[in-house]
């Protein structure tokens, strides 16, 4: 029997590839909030390391901040780089809307 019957319908087997994937997502983004983006870290870097801002933010979002969409269904997670006036990160964290 191929391996794709055994996650029964096709709604079925949707459903479960997406949760597989939202928890290796969720692992790859608390692992690069505990170990690659660090307070006082220069806008440049974070940047080189993550790419551009998304143009659609979130309302969590202020001026100057980074915001990189990281999912979007029914409501969309987000996460957010905020710096302080020297341009270095201040905080990072994933927000639902």
Same mark, same amino acid.
């Given at each position: ?13 949707s /459903?479960?590839? #997406?949760?597989?994937?939202? #928890? $290796? #997502?969720?692992?790859? +983004?608390? @692992?690069? !909030? ?7 870290m220069? #806008?440049?870097? +974070? $940047?080189?390391l !993550?790419g551009?801002? @998304? =143009? ?8 100057? @901040?980074? +915001?990189?969409? !990281? /999912? &979007?269904?029914?409501? &969309?997670?987000?996460? $957010?780089?905020?710096?302080? +006036? =020297?341009?270095?990160?201040?905080d990072?964290? $994933?927000?639902? @809307?």
């Open positions: 029997m191929p391996s794709w019957l055994s996650w029964g319908t096709p709604s079925e087997a /459903s479960t590839a #997406r949760e597989q994937w939202t #928890r $290796v #997502r969720d692992d790859m +983004v608390a @692992d690069l !909030l505990q170990h690659d983006l660090t307070e006082g220069p #806008r440049s870097a +974070v $940047v080189q !993550l551009g801002s @998304d =143009e659609a933010g979130t309302a969590a979002a202020g001026p100057g @901040d980074e +915001v990189y969409k !990281l /999912s &979007c269904g029914i409501d &969309c997670s987000w996460l $957010v780089v905020q710096f302080d +006036v =020297e341009d270095r990160l201040s990072a964290t $994933v927000w639902n @809307d």
